[in-house]
């Protein structure tokens, strides 16, 4: 049972990598990378308000009135993570976009640690962590250096931009998972909260998506393109509420340690995979060994904080 449940959540993480990629369909055929969020949000939060009704849990909706509000906001980095997959996978590649999500959780799990942050319980600095915060970043660094093409110097500024994007994107999950935490405590399900965790993420970019689109910074929606747009663009909120729900469920069974560890694994396997194969039409960046070794370091980094 254990061995399947390490399998479980090793597949899991592999699903936030397809989750961005099938995203971009949904993107190309709305037009709007905000629309593509609402409506990827919009069918997690659905798929999660069947399985609370199929539970008998939606009851516990009712205790989210007794919470603070800042609960509430774990929801939030849903559509930022969301939204800057769909822009940064294109842009960078399967491979370099997580390998910066990743090095973004890490952070971000540590100082989390490190200072007790949001009921996090504060733990020591060890050698294991902080080698493998420096293997976390080394690791990100020779991906993003071993992208074939070399940028011009505008190119290379807008790079930044995109890459600082990536870690951000990457370090509100672990905030997330946290402030989720506190939520669950007075709720009690954790689909529920996943489900409250969702509805605060759609009506986010939702908004988002109205006064852009009012200010003519982003097209409208073009719902027409749905029609032409391949089945497996909608798995992206089948791939966000099961990896939601099933995180909720395996840190009671496997550790918080384990689970994000293996997680992490498998996102950035999936993402290897990903962009070797260029699967669901991503371009295809082959597997060099430098971009290989900046992998292994990032796997290595993920396990070394994970477990020290």
């Given amino acids: 049972m ?8 090793l597949l899991v993480g592999g699903l936030l990598a397809v989750q961005t990629s099938v995203n971009l369909r949904l993107n190309a055929a709305v037009g709007t990378p905000y629309g593509a969020s609402t409506l990827q949000l ?25 919470v603070p509000a800042w609960q509430l906001l774990g929801g939030i980095a849903s559509p930022l993570y969301i ?14 976009a997580v390998g910066l999500f990743v090095t973004g959780q890490i952070l971000a799990s540590v100082a989390l640690d490190l200072f007790g942050l949001i009921g996090v319980q504060r733990q020591p600095v060890t050698a294991g962590i902080l080698l493998g915060a420096v293997a976390v970043i080394a690791g990100i660094t020779v991906i ?13 500024r807008r790079r930044v931009g995109w890459i600082a994007l990536g870690i951000v994107a990457g370090a509100v999950l672990p905030v ?3 402030v989720n935490a506190q939520l669950r405590q007075t709720v009690g ?15 986010t970019i939702a908004l988002v998506l109205i006064v852009l689109t009012a200010t003519r910074r982003t097209p409208p929606p073009k719902l027409k393109g ?34 994000v560890a293996l997680t992490v694994t498998g996102q950035q396997l ?36 994970q477990f020290s």
């Fill in 226 to 259: 749905l029609n032409k747009m391949p089945w497996w663009g909608w798995l992206g909120g089948a791939c966000a509420a099961t990896y939601v729900t099933a995180t909720f469920l395996l840190i009671p069974q496997i550790g918080a340690a384990t689970t």
């Fill in 83 to 96: 939204t800057s997959g769909i822009l940064l996978f294109p842009r960078l590649g399967a491979l370099a």
């Fill in 189 to 203: 399900a954790p689909i529920v909260v996943g489900l409250v965790s969702f509805l605060v993420a759609t009506v």
């Fill in 144 to 156: 993003i250096r071993g992208q074939s093409a070399s940028p011009t110097s505008a190119a290379a």
């Fill in 270 to 305: 999936a993402s290897a995979v990903v962009d070797h194969f260029g699967l669901f039409r991503m371009p295809q960046r082959q597997l060099a060994p430098v971009r290989l070794g900046g992998l292994v370091l990032l796997l290595a980094g993920s396990a070394l904080v």
């Fill in 176 to 178: 997330q998972g946290a």
């Fill in 42 to 66: 919009g069918v997690a939060a659905l798929l999660l308000l069947v399985v609370a009704v199929a539970t008998g849990t939606v009851g516990a909706i009712a205790h989210v009135a007794d």
């Fill in 2 to 9: 254990t061995f399947l449940l390490l399998v479980s959540a």
